[in-house]
């Protein structure tokens, strides 16, 4: 089997991107520019030994996703603690509310959102009591 083992968010101001990344999740980044020989920022999303997997920021190559334009790639989900005071960081920062949050029964609260660079993403909060 394929694993996913790395992620790229592209984004037209990297600083921009980063503040929203690093103030919403607690992402730190690393400058990789050297490297991959353009504005490319590694991101650590959390300890080694926890679930889930680390990747990028990199600088966008054409147009920004526009309003209401259908997703065109794939859309990353972010475990949280706490949903509502994730989303409200979120649109504090900049972000906006794309689909609203909604139960997964038994399993977990999930909604989407739109980063300040234009990209979808989501946030999921695991609770067995959601309905």
Sequence with gaps: MGRLVHFEV?????ERAKKFYEEVFGWTF???SDYAGMPYF????GDDNEL?????????????????????GYACTIGVGD?????AKI???GGKLA???????????QGYYIDTEGN????HQPDKNAK
């Design 10 to 14: 592209h984004v037209d101001d990297m």
């Design 30 to 32: 690393e400058d990789w």
């Design 42 to 45: 590694g991101a650590v999303t």
């Design 52 to 72: 889930g997997i680390n990747g990028a920021l990199v600088k966008r190559h054409g147009i920004s996703p526009q309003p209401g334009q259908p997703m065109n």
């Design 83 to 87: 949903y509502d005071s994730t989303e």
């Design 91 to 93: 649109l504090q920062l």
């Design 99 to 109: 689909l609203p949050k909604y139960a997964l029964p038994g399993m977990a609260w």
């Design 120 to 123: 979808t993403f989501g946030i």
